[in-house]
């Protein structure tokens, strides 16, 4: 796989998402070749797009467009595989006959999926394709989940997070501030959250994030923390200290975009929150925010700071952005008779600092213990060399002794010999 295809892979999709962008890519590719000619590369599908954008003809976007059509046509091949099974009730595996697969076309939504996934890679790589709104029509909206997702209230984000451990509470609670989508999540570090700290020290929440670089649209987002998300991040950074991961460069989270939904539906059961069938993911906190955000400002104005693409001439100064989120704090925050207070975060930072104190002490203790281990393997060392020259002594005194009996024996045996 090429380099430039593995990177842009390697984001962090869901498995049902990376299987399909690589596969949309392949039939890209397959595409190209069957109408602009063989030995097209994802490496020359970049440097064409790029003299594409400089020469100003984006010809790139008619072949999206036909591609698109060329997929109603395609057909997978059909492939026949056997395979076993295991019988429920006596757990014996037997031979079944075969599996059919392939041979079928691609429904609508899966086309919808390949034309997302190949936008996708040319905007991982800032060459975003500029679709015109009749391109768009051709191709049509993207396909719509068959499960609905689950509306947070901010009641339940209140319920979950009294039975939260810091990672799910920071995850919860900071998700639900910031609204942006599992893969820029994973992307902030540890110096982001450290700085807003500090920005809060000398103002008012909400305090910015900075500017954050969305991959999925390529597009930068405006970020927010209210005073849950505040507390929340610094309880998170003082246990990456304590554990020895504190690094302005590392990501907050070492886990994967599917953990953050896991984390999620953890808390649900936790809570006992009954979603009614429907999903429970991360994304739901970003449609949360998006939710209240879009009740008292313009939509420019919360695209901007999910991070989602704007026309040019819409863009909101970050005052203006920070006034209008101050609006919506109400609905976004945690009333403070919930258990987010200083008293619990000072708590956890003299647990801490008293961990600290014991790690240090258990260090004292290895160490002097290493250094007697060092005089007991020295002692023994000498020891066992007194040993071994002893030994050789006795063997020494043995091998004299049995010489002087074989000259004793062979005495009495001349002895015998003589005549009387």
């Known amino acids: 796989m090429e380099k430039t295809v593995e990177n842009w892979l390697n984001q962090g999709f869901a498995k049902s998402t990376y299987r399909v962008y690589r596969l949309g890519l392949k039939l890209f590719l397959d595409f190209l070749n069957e109408t602009e000619g ?12 790029l ?31 056997p395979y076993r099974r295991r019988n429920a009730r006596s757990g014996k595996i037997f031979e079944a006959k075969f599996r ?13 999926g390949f034309i997302h996934g190949i936008r996708s890679f040319f905007t991982y790589h800032r060459l975003d394709l500029r679709l015109t709104n009749q391109q768009k029509r051709l191709i049509g909206k993207k396909p719509r989940p068959v499960k609905k997702d689950y509306l947070f209230e901010l009641e339940d984000i209140q319920k979950m997070a009294k039975v939260a451990n810091p990672q799910e509470r920071f995850i919860l609670l900071a998700g639900k501030d910031c609204g942006l989508r599992a893969t820029d999540f994973l992307s902030l570090t540890q110096g982001t959250f450290a700085r807003a700290l500090e920005l809060s020290e000398k103002q008012n929440p909400p ?34 200290k304590s554990r020895g991961l504190r690094d302005d460069k590392a990501p907050m989270l070492t886990i994967k975009s599917k953990e953050l939904s896991q984390n999620l539906r953890r808390l649900t059961r936790k809570t006992g929150l009954d979603p009614h069938g429907k999903r429970v993911r991360f994304h739901c906190l970003r449609k949360f925010l998006i939710d209240r955000l879009s009740l008292r400002m313009s939509e420019s104005k919360w695209r901007q700071i999910v991070g989602k693409q704007i026309d040019e001439g819409a863009y909101v100064s970050r005052l203006d952005l920070e006034e209008s989120y101050k609006s919506v704090m109400d609905r976004i925050e945690i009333p403070k008779s919930t258990p987010l207070n200083h008293e619990r975060l000072s708590k956890i930072e003299i647990d801490l600092q008293q961990s600290r104190e014991r ?26 060399e007194e040993w071994n020259r002893l030994k050789e002594e006795q063997q020494e005194m043995m091998r004299k002794l049995k010489m002087a009996m074989d000259r004793v024996t062979a005495r009495e045996k001349d002895a015998c010999k003589k005549p009387e």
């Open 100 to 112: 059919k697969k392939g041979g079928k076309k691609f429904s609508d939504n899966t086309r919808k």
């Open 359 to 384: 790690t240090e002490k258990l260090e004292r203790i290895i160490a002097d213990l290493e250094r007697d281990k060092e005089e007991r393997d020295k002692h023994l060392l000498i020891t066992q």
């Open 207 to 240: 305090i910015t994030l900075g500017e954050i670089y969305t991959q999925k649209e390529g597009v930068m987002a405006y970020p927010f923390l209210t005073q849950d998300g505040l507390e929340a991040s610094k309880v998170w950074l003082l246990i990456l």
């Open 38 to 49: 063989s030995g097209w590369t994802p490496k020359k599908i970049v440097a064409a797009r």
């Open 51 to 81: 003299e594409d954008l400089q020469s100003r003809k984006f010809a790139f976007e008619q072949k999206i467009v036909d591609f698109y059509q060329w997929l109603k046509d395609y057909e997978t091949k059909p492939t026949v595989t």
